[in-house]
């Protein structure tokens, strides 16, 4: 992309709670030379987190656009190399500034855990992307970066040891965070959804329902993001007891459209899981009975809630409020751990770590996604000739995984 652009990131929804956290971010992680823009509904707001943010802000520009306004979504676009979002849900607001960055060819990082939306972005405007060069990358936060980060540096790893492609490969997530009130606002939006078009429900139910081509998927049975078992059944140093993880059934989606775009180099029998520590004590065993059930009750009641108008009301009354996440204590009490095992068709066993301080879905994940942006705008030789609607790691590579352990975070693959 030719150096002609006014701005070098523009992060639009800066304003909104992880917004502000990811502005805080760029302030201290951006190159002092670096053009940077806030974006945004209303001029006076944007003014005000611009001045809490300092003299280092000083000098970023002001863009106002509203994500139902294309023509203003248009402008902005043209005007920046890159887009950083995290207006959402995504659902329902996301595919008029996917559609403005591929017109334009400007790259673009959003923090979606909606497999619906991606799949609309990629019917939409896969194609259209790719011949303006835009990458357009989904998920760059805790969901799902370190999910995709980490099986990409395993198939790296084996491919230096020449162990052969992967096989059976499982995350164990561990982590102390908080649920914001925009997260579940993207839950509710896909129920509500499904609820309008039940045909919708396979995006979530289907393994490979983001690949780039279903002909090519590896057959290799049935996968489901349904967890309970002993821990040392996927790896004898494990202890305790595993549940079912609330983001496996995106993450997934994301680590096997990531083998897809790559040329499907992870192997044809590359089987992925994704399950959630439930600790080691006597209670163990019903912590993650309690989590797994939780899980398929909460799913449960949200899509039948989300098909009456009595249901969103009641709804819109207990669930928290888009906008709104943990105080600064919590976040900075957080911390998050994901460990991956794999085998390879050879027999060799790797362990790959991926952890961090911080609660994953706010203070991490502005880190993540900060250090996206940056990537995209700046690091651009380094990474994987690819254009279109990408994964972080098929889109970025090597080249964020260097960034995000200059940030601070733990990225290892070690040999078992």
Known sequence: MAD????????FGATGFVGALTAEY????????????????????????????????????LVVADSTDRTALDE?????????TTVGPYLRYGIPLVAACAEAGTHYADLTGEPLFIRDAIDGYHEQAGETGAKIVNSCGYDSIP??????????????????????????????????????????????????DPAKGS????PYSLSPDKSMDPDV????????????????SLDGWVSTFVMAAHNTKIVRRTNGLLGWVYGKNFRYREVMSAGKSRMAPLVAAGMAGGIVATMTAGALLSRASAGRKLLDRVL?????????????????????????TSGAKYVATFSGSGDPGYQATAVLLGESGLCLAFDTDNQPALAGILTPAAAMGDALTDRLRAAGM??????A
């Open 221 to 236: 049975g049935r996968q489901s993001d349904q967890a309970l078992s002993r821990a040392n059944a996927i790896d004898p």
């Open 410 to 415: 733990t990225i290892t693959v070690e040999r």
């Open 147 to 196: 999910s995709d980060l980490s099986v990409y540096q395993l198939y790296r790893r084996s491919v230096e040891d020449n162990t052969g492609e992967l096989t059976d490969t499982t995350l164990v997530a561990s982590l102390k965070g908080g649920v914001s009130g925009g997260t579940i606002d993207s839950g509710r939006a896909m129920m509500e959804a499904i609820a309008a």
């Open 203 to 206: 995006v979530l139910s289907h």
């Open 320 to 344: 928290p409020k888009p906008g709104t996440g943990p105080s600064e204590a919590e976040r900075n009490s957080g911390w998050f751990s994901m460990k991956t095992f794999a085998h390879t």
């Open 26 to 61: 760029l302030t201290g992680a951006a190159p002092e030379s670096a053009r940077i823009a806030l974006a945004g509904r209303s001029l006076d707001k944007l003014t005000t987190v611009r001045t809490e943010l300092g003299p280092k802000a000083a000098d970023w520009g």
């Open 76 to 84: 902005l676009a043209a005007r920046t190399k890159v887009v950083v």
């Open 4 to 11: 002609t652009r006014e701005f070098d990131l523009v992060l």
